[in-house]
């Protein structure tokens, strides 16, 4: 017996109802396939679902998948099945998935699938079960099949960041695509920089690896090799300077 998704309710009404502010650089950009597409308007409606789903800190020649592209120019899929394909890659597994924990995962996911932060920590709770009782496959078909999605991009759309303008403040909320990939817990397991500078002005100064510190015997001994053999050939030089006079 499956684990139905638990209530939550939304934080706010923000990404709900309509918006009458003035358009400007704080609306995002919408990309369909609604309109009969050019070729060129395809590809940049592929390099905008790339953008979304993996983020430009994922936007690599390796990550691409060729065939699910071939398919949504011939019509043969829509835009959410692209989406669906994208977020179910073995790159988005390996870089989202893998790197994260579930309550991570499941933020990032609604980031960039609905378009919106998540509402509360009971939403990431909700989903965050679903994740981790059924896989990451169902998760994301769960959301691609949520009355919320359908009624915000429906088969044709590509998600985007919705209603960044919020009410008495002078900018919006910072674009998912400038936020980490990973959160803290990952980050943390990461090579720590050394910091450099007086108590509360540390200076970020260079990363060194735990080899760097402890050099393997054999690199000693190439080290010292090294310095031995440069040593000589200042000797010879001297000497051939020396008889030449």
Not at 96 to 113: A, F, G, K, M, P
Not at 162 to 188: H, K, N, S, V
Request: charged fraction near 25%; hydrophobic fraction near 35%.
């Amino acid at each position: 017996m499956s684990i139905p998704l638990l209530e939550y309710e939304p934080l706010s009404r923000n990404h709900r109802v309509e918006g009458f502010e003035v358009p400007g650089d704080e609306q995002p950009r919408i990309y369909t396939t609604s309109n009969l597409l050019s070729p060129v308007d395809m590809d940049v409606l592929i390099q905008a679902a790339y953008r979304q789903i993996y983020n430009e800190q994922q936007m690599l020649a390796y990550h691409r998948q060729r065939f699910l592209e071939s398919q949504l120019r011939v019509g043969q899929i829509t835009v959410k099945d692209f989406i669906r394909g994208l977020a179910t890659s073995d790159s988005f597994r390996r870089l989202v998935y893998e790197s994260n924990n579930n309550y991570r995962c499941v933020e990032i996911c609604i980031q960039r699938i609905l378009g919106r932060s998540v509402y509360n920590n009971q939403e990431k709770l909700a989903w965050s079960i679903v994740l981790a009782t059924k896989g990451l496959q169902s998760f994301i078909d769960a959301l691609l099949s949520s009355e919320e999605y359908l009624d915000n991009f429906g088969d044709n759309t590509v998600p985007y960041q919705r209603r960044r303008i919020l009410p008495q403040r002078t900018q919006g909320e910072l674009p998912f695509a400038r936020m980490a990939r990973y959160g803290t817990d990952y980050r943390d397991k990461l090579p720590k920089p050394i910091l450099m500078g007086r108590k509360g002005a540390a200076r970020l100064d260079y990363y060194r690896w735990d080899w760097q510190k402890n050099p393997p015997q054999l690199l000693q001994k190439i080290g010292q090799g090294t310095i031995g053999l440069g040593v000589a050939i200042l000797v010879i030089m001297f000497l051939s300077i020396l008889i030449g006079f």
